[in-house]
């Protein structure tokens, strides 16, 4: 506690005092590093990065990843590689089709995720795409539809045999006598 305070201090005054004299439990050079960041303190640092989708159900690797890719989408807001960067900070890799590459309504688009090992399991993985595409996108832009490739991996074996060789023909021997000088001079 500070001896600084004036003899007039209130109960309150004296109790904040208290709480302010102690050293800080975190280095504040760490709270603005999204990768040092401690995990109680990532939707803060996400508010002062002005992050617009956030869900504290992400895991903190996405939520470090959202928070670092944050600076890059707001500069190319409106994009599509902002749609693109903000989707890749939470693993999905996409590609965005507009109204006049499928004859759509106009000015509307449709993510087309691809996704590794599982497929979009429930509406609000749905849900997260469609949040965080209208954050990153343009204004005047719709978004139509999500649609999703999933892509599996594997090792594939091939085996192959080649043989080669010629037909022989087995007949019984037949012997033909065309001179017999035995049989004759006898």
Request: charged share 20%.
């Amino acid at each position: 506690m500070s001896d600084l305070l004036p003899p007039n201090v209130t109960p309150l005054e004296r109790a904040l005092s208290e709480a302010l004299d102690r050293p800080l439990p975190v280095i504040v050079k760490q709270v603005w590093n999204a990768d040092e960041c401690p995990a109680a303190i990532l939707p803060w640092l996400a508010w002062a990065f002005s992050v617009d989708s956030w869900d504290n159900s992400w895991s903190d690797a996405q939520k470090r990843a959202v928070i670092k890719a944050s600076v890059e989408v707001h500069n190319i807001k409106g994009t599509i590689g902002a749609l693109k960067t903000a989707l890749a900070s939470l693993g999905y890799s996409i590609d965005v089709i507009e109204w006049f590459q499928e004859g759509g309504d106009p000015y509307t688009f449709r993510v087309n995720v691809t996704l590794q090992t599982e497929g979009i399991s429930s509406p609000a993985t749905y849900d997260e795409i469609a949040s965080v595409a209208d954050g990153a996108k343009n204004l005047r832009s719709h978004l139509a539809g999500v649609d999703t490739t999933l892509v599996m991996g594997g090792t594939e074996h091939f085996g192959m045999a080649c043989f080669s060789g010629e037909i022989t023909d087995l007949s019984p021997e037949t012997t033909t006598v065309i001179c017999n000088e035995f049989a004759m001079a006898g």
